[in-house]
């Protein structure tokens, strides 16, 4: 099974702010998260773990786990550019992240972060056939994680893909 984790409450999540690839760390909450996490996995041995190199993933992958984390930039948040940091309040209607040709303010383009997360989930696919693997990343990867196994969404809101702070998905791996 591959076994899909976004990353734990940050202060920024709290406040409804953009993080993208700025390195918040957990807060309180979200350490309490990720624990629940561990006691709801804790049976499953894993024999690949792989996170994002932000701090939230990273920390939430070494509750969870004591198993080897490997970092991978593929994993990484969306670049939501000049963005990031501001309230999603005062950023209404300014961007469509969902428009594949969306590249104001900087943010990634969405064809270069899908990607990316196809060429890792290939990548894992391939070699890691039969195995249990967590994958511990970020709500905007989350959403095209979904895409990749479940397709895109039929009434076009991704939204409904994203993850919640340490929810968790899981996906056949044979």
């Known amino acids: 099974m591959i076994y899909i984790v976004r990353h734990g409450k940050t202060d920024w999540n709290k ?47 070494k509750i969870i786990t004591n198993e080897n984390i490997i970092t991978d930039n593929r994993l990484i948040e969306r670049c939501n550019g000049d963005l990031e940091g501001k309230l999603k309040s005062e950023c209404i209607n300014l961007v469509n992240f969902a428009d594949p040709n969306e590249t104001r303010f900087n943010i990634e383009p969405l064809p270069m972060l899908k990607k990316r997360i196809s060429d890792f989930l290939n990548e894992i696919l391939l070699n890691y056939k039969n195995k249990n693997i967590l994958i511990v990343t970020h709500a905007g990867v989350s959403i095209y994680i979904r895409c990749f196994f479940e397709g895109e969404p039929k009434d076009g809101n991704y939204k409904d893909y994203k993850l919640k702070n340490c929810e968790i998905l899981k996906y056949e791996n044979n």
């Not at 979200?30 to 994002?52: H, M, R, W």
């Open 15 to 61: 406040e409804g702010r953009y993080q993208g690839r700025i390195d918040i760390d957990l807060n309180e909450e979200g350490i309490y998260q990720a624990k629940q996490v561990k006691e709801k996995l804790k049976n499953i041995k894993f024999d690949k773990v792989f996170s994002s190199p932000l701090k939230r993933a990273y920390e939430t992958a």
